[in-house]
């Protein structure tokens, strides 16, 4: 069962992982490797590393690590095999493969495929259909242009029973679970859509696989809009309507505008704001958010928050904490959306955005903006009502600088408005579960971000005794990158091996088992040296092995390989010198032999001492190990 090893081999060369990685994640060229905001955990300052030539992606936040295959399952929740495939497609590569565990992979395919070409049918019917002329002065008449037409691909569905299901040749069992057609009650296969403009809904690499569908104004049916069923590649609570579009500038700027509509989307490309997504007929959901989070770590929100907000806004505090991100509102006149304003006042919906202020702040002023502060009863019933809305963030210092404006505005006794707000949160609806501090939970996530001190940071390669001390513990601030070889920063073993993954044909056929005293570092290399490439030498190897290989992968080599050798064979040298003396102690014999070596590891030290003075050492200790074997020291 399952897929050759040459082709699973072929599928990972052929993948870019970048560009894969880069549909849910802003990766920035950094050297030779590729750095980014995880995708896996969430985090402000980048973490997560990509070594592109390799196809070797390692998270020093979360540990995260892995190949284009680990990436594909890990995002898309697959069997490896329903990945390995998945990469087949998208590079175009055929596999073999013996058994019907491809169902999944190929039916996901099937659906893809006529998604493509039921969005092409439908677009071309907008631009060439004789019956689409009503809705082209429609959409023209909103400002629509041809150029809006072709870059959002939008569709014209035409009146008809079965005019796409018949064109495209659909049986009945592909229509109903794609989602373009289904089955009447006189047993007729029917087109889903039907006198609607369509927008067609994207993945994040601009296939589609769902279609949203408007009618025109003045139509009988009672649904303005609708939207395909979910289907095996649809699922509306983690698909973002125009993300494919968006991406590149929701990366640029580092923020994302999010809208409920098709055409509120539009309307912000209309007007520069190249950044917008929307919802598909659903609230904004936590998976929504998290997949955004990949790309941008400000959510601005384009949307009439008064309603929907205030029921969500436990659930936008809870995801700036856990997600680490901001979540804003652009405020634009009540009952105005940003399709219409995009027609109406197209320089007040682009200040609407960039003026976007932090929720809580847009809530309060909401409130206020809108009370009678006339009057002292007035004041109070705003101070109340702003309150209950303070009373849900749960970081009591942000709570406090609002009650500070509460108390400016409604004149009102700060302490006053203190014990107000205690009250409240003690008997409100949120009262008692927002109790921790904000500010503790960043701190408690930037310990499992930022902080180097996870296991692989670990010294590994100092001999008995040795302290364990952080190995090349900045490889990611490039700007600090340790150069020196001070205590505890140049481990030879390590960036042998760094050297040994990164630039093979300029240190492995120099390189000997003998100069690994540290286990782990010795299994690491005996594993490089035994493979054909990278990738089988992390697919054999034990786990412990595997993760230092895969993190060694994206951390790039900062030493040239002749000035490590020297120093490997002088520290593995000095160390087996120390050896050799105590052996002395007890056996005369070899006192000469120790002798002579100290000489030569002396030797050694010189900055002037030959490369034969190395090459002497190493064969020395290369003798040593085989006569001794790899079990002596423990
Ligand atoms: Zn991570």
């Known amino acids: 069962m399952g897929i050759p090893d040459e082709d699973v081999a072929a599928v990972r060369a052929a993948t870019d992982l970048v560009a894969l990685i880069g549909e849910h994640a802003a990766l920035k060229r950094q050297g030779r490797r590729w750095v980014g905001l995880c995708p896996f955990h969430g985090e402000k300052t980048p973490s997560f590393s990509v070594n592109a030539e390799q196809g070797i992606y390692y998270c020093f936040g979360c540990q995260a690590k892995g190949d284009a295959i680990t990436f594909v399952r890990e995002t898309e929740h697959l069997g490896f095999v329903e990945a390995v495939r998945i990469l087949a497609e998208r590079s175009g590569i055929a596999i073999r493969?013996?058994?019907?565990?491809?169902?999944?992979?190929?039916?996901?395919?099937e659906l893809l495929e006529v998604m493509e070409q039921a969005a092409s049918w439908y677009h071309e019917r907008l631009l060439q259909g004789r019956d689409a002329g009503t809705a082209r002065d429609y959409?023209?008449?909103?400002?629509?242009?041809?150029?809006?037409?072709?870059?959002?691909?939008?569709?014209?569905?035409?009146?008809?029973?079965?005019?796409?299901?018949?064109?495209?040749?659909?049986?009945p069992e592909l229509a109903t679970s794609s989602g373009l057609g289904f089955v009447n009650r006189a047993g007729r296969l029917q087109d889903a859509f039907r006198a609607r403009i369509l927008f067609p809904i994207c993945d994040p690499s601009g296939r589609p696989v769902a279609l949203?569908?408007?009618?025109?104004?003045?139509?009988?049916?009672?649904?303005?809009?609708?939207?395909?069923?979910?289907?095996?590649?649809?699922?509306?609570?983690?698909?973002?309507?125009?993300?494919?579009w968006a991406k590149q500038d929701v990366i640029r700027v580092n923020e994302v505008v999010v809208c409920e509509g098709y055409t509120d989307v539009i309307g912000l490309?209309?007007?520069?704001?190249?950044?917008?997504?929307?919802?598909?007929?659903?609230?904004?959901?936590?998976?929504?958010?998290?997949?955004?989070?990949?790309?941008?770590?400000?959510?601005?929100?384009?949307?009439?928050?008064?309603?929907?907000?205030?029921?969500?806004?436990?659930?936008?505090?809870?995801?700036?904490?856990?997600?680490?991100?901001?979540?804003?509102?652009?405020?634009?006149?009540?009952?105005?959306?940003?399709?219409?304003?995009?027609?109406?006042?197209?320089?007040?919906?682009?200040?609407?955005?960039?003026?976007?202020?932090?929720?809580?702040?847009?809530?309060?002023?909401?409130?206020l903006d809108g009370?009678?502060?006339?009057?002292?009863?007035?004041?109070?019933?705003?101070?109340?009502?702003?309150?209950?809305?303070?009373?849900?963030?749960?970081?009591?210092?942000?709570?406090?600088?609002?009650?500070?404006?509460?108390?400016?505005?409604?004149?009102?006794?700060?302490?006053?408005?203190?014990?107000?707000?205690?009250?409240?949160?003690?008997?409100?609806?949120?009262?008692?579960?927002?109790?921790?501090?904000?500010?503790?939970?960043?701190?408690?996530?930037?310990?499992?971000?930022?902080?180097?001190?996870?296991?692989?940071?670990?010294?590994?390669?100092?001999?008995p005794g040795s302290r364990r001390?952080?190995?090349?513990?900045?490889?990611?601030?490039?700007?600090?990158?340790?150069?020196?070889?001070?205590?505890?920063?140049?481990?030879?073993?390590?960036?042998?091996?760094?050297l040994a993954i990164h630039r093979p044909d300029d240190i492995l056929p120099r390189l000997d088992r003998a100069l690994f005293r540290d286990e782990l570092q010795r299994m690491a290399f005996d594993g490089l040296i035994g493979s054909a490439d990278l990738h089988h030498a992390i697919d054999r190897a034990p786990l412990e092995v595997r993760e230092l290989l895969v993190r060694l992968a994206v951390e790039e080599p900062v030493a040239e390989p002749e000035d490590v050798i020297v120093q490997l064979v002088?520290?593995?040298?000095?160390a087996e010198l120390a050896l050799v003396v105590s052996e002395a102690r007890g056996a005369p014999e070899l006192a000469r032999e120790a002798i002579e070596m100290a000489a030569r590891v002396q030797e050694l030290d010189d900055p002037a001492a030959s490369a034969e003075a190395t090459d002497r050492l190493l064969a020395w200790l290369v003798v040593r190990s085989q006569m001794s074997g790899a079990g002596r020291r423990s």
Not at 140 to 148: E, I, L, T
Not at 475 to 496: C, I, K, N, T, V
Request: net charge neutral.
């Open 212 to 244: 949203g569908g408007r009618v025109l104004p003045g139509s009988p049916d009672p649904a303005k809009y609708k939207n395909s069923t979910e289907t095996p590649i649809y699922s509306k609570r983690r698909t973002l309507y125009a993300l494919n």
């Open 570 to 574: 002088r520290d593995v040298a000095r």
């Open 469 to 498: 001390q952080p190995a090349f513990e900045t490889q990611l601030g490039g700007s600090h990158r340790p150069r020196g070889r001070g205590p505890g920063e140049f481990r030879p073993g390590l960036e042998a091996l760094r």
């Open 139 to 171: 959409l023209r008449s909103r400002g629509y242009d041809g150029d809006v037409v072709r870059r959002f691909r939008l569709g014209w569905a035409p009146d008809g029973w079965d005019e796409l299901c018949q064109s495209l040749g659909l049986d």
């Open 97 to 109: 493969e013996d058994s019907d565990g491809g169902r999944d992979a190929r039916r996901r395919n």
């Open 269 to 367: 490309f209309g007007v520069g704001v190249e950044r917008a997504v929307a919802t598909c007929g659903t609230a904004l959901a936590e998976e929504h958010v998290k997949l955004l989070r990949g790309f941008s770590s400000r959510i601005v929100l384009a949307f009439d928050s008064d309603g929907a907000g205030q029921a969500a806004a436990g659930r936008f505090y809870e995801w700036e904490r856990k997600l680490e991100l901001d979540v804003v509102v652009a405020a634009m006149p009540v009952g105005s959306d940003p399709a219409e304003l995009a027609r109406t006042d197209p320089e007040g919906l682009r200040r609407a955005v960039e003026g976007a202020r932090p929720f809580l702040q847009f809530r309060v002023e909401r409130i």
């Open 371 to 463: 009370a009678d502060l006339e009057t002292a009863e007035g004041r109070a019933r705003a101070a109340d009502h702003a309150l209950a809305a303070v009373g849900e963030h749960p970081d009591d210092l942000v709570r406090d600088q609002y009650l500070m404006q509460v108390s400016e505005r409604c004149r009102l006794d700060p302490l006053l408005l203190r014990r107000r707000l205690e009250d409240l949160r003690r008997s409100g609806p949120t009262g008692g579960t927002a109790g921790g501090r904000h500010g503790s939970g960043r701190a408690e996530t930037a310990d499992t971000t930022g902080g180097y001190g996870g296991v692989w940071q670990e010294d590994r390669s100092g001999g």
